[in-house]
C-alpha cells in the first residue's frame, strides 16, 4: 500500500495554496505556492514507518534554488511534531530524495515571530512575548533542524569590514560522513529562509 502524506491545511492536495510559508520571496520564488507532489505524497515503505506518519501532518512545502543549479526542498511541518518526524526524519529523508531524483530534503518546523513590542503598544498588550517567538530564537531553531541528526556544538559571528555579518557554524565531528556532503544545501536554505549568510564547519577539539 501507498501512504499518502497530505498537507493540513487543505487535506485535498495539489489544489491548495498557502499563505503561511515562512519564505523571504526572491529570485521567481513565490511565497504562496504550495508543492504539489510533496503534498501528496506517495511512498512505499515498510510497515513500521507507514504507522508513525499515519498521524503526521505538514504544514507548508517549498521547492528552492540553493545555488550552482541545485534545487532543494524545504518541508515544513507543526512545532509540536517535529520530535515525532525527527524520529524517522533519516528514513523519511532517504525515501524523499530518492522519489525527487536526488534533491535535498530538510525539514524545519514552522513557527512564527512575534515582533518586538513598542513603547506605546506596551500597555495596551499586557502578554509578553515569549522569547521562543523572537527572531533571535526562531533563526536559532531553523538552524538546529536544518542540520539534524547532527547538533551544533559551536557558533561564531564575523562582522567583516563592510559591516556585513557571517555566522560560521561548528557541527559534530561525529556526524560529518552524514551530512557533510549537505552543508552548501544548510547555507542556501537558511540564506532564503533569514537572509542570513552561514557557513558550516566540522572543527576537531582536542583536550
Known amino acids: 500500500m501507498a501512504l499518502i502524506l497530505v498537507c493540513c491545511k487543505c487535506q485535498f492536495p495539489p489544489s491548495c495554496h498557502l499563505d503561511c510559508i515562512p519564505h523571504r520571496a526572491g529570485n521567481g520564488d ?5 508543492l504539489p507532489s510533496v503534498c501528496r ?10 504507522a508513525q506518519l499515519r498521524e503526521l501532518n505538514i504544514t507548508a512545502a517549498r521547492e528552492i534554488e540553493v545555488g550552482g543549479g541545485r534545487k532543494a526542498i524545504i518541508i515544513f511541518v507543526p512545532v509540536p511534531q517535529l520530535k515525532s518526524f ?23 518546523a514552522q513557527r512564527r515571530i512575534l515582533p518586538k513590542p513598542i513603547r506605546k503598544s506596551r500597555t495596551k498588550n499586557k502578554q509578553k512575548r515569549p522569547r521562543s517567538r523572537s527572531l533571535t530564537a526562531v533563526h536559532d531553531a531553523i538552524l538546529e533542524d536544518l542540520v539534524f541528526p547532527s547538533e551544533i556544538v559551536g557558533k561564531r559571528i564575523r562582522v567583516k569590514l563592510d559591516g556585513s555579518r ?12 552524514n551530512v557533510e556532503h549537505k552543508v552548501e544545501t544548510f547555507s542556501g536554505v537558511y540564506k532564503k529562509l533569514t537572509g542570513k549568510d552561514v557557513n558550516f564547519e566540522f572543527p576537531e577539539f582536542q583536550l
Open 166 to 177: 557571517l555566522i560560521k557554524v561548528h557541527l559534530d565531528k561525529a556526524q560529518q560522513n
Open 30 to 34: 513565490s511565497p504562496n505556492e504550495c
Open 86 to 108: 525527527q524520529k524517522i526524519q533519516v528514513r523519511l529523508v532517504r525515501e524523499l530524495e530518492k522519489k525527487f531524483s536526488g534533491k535535498h530534503v530538510v525539514f524545519i
Open 41 to 50: 505524497l506517495e511512498l512505499e515503505m515498510n510497515s513500521d514507518l507507514k
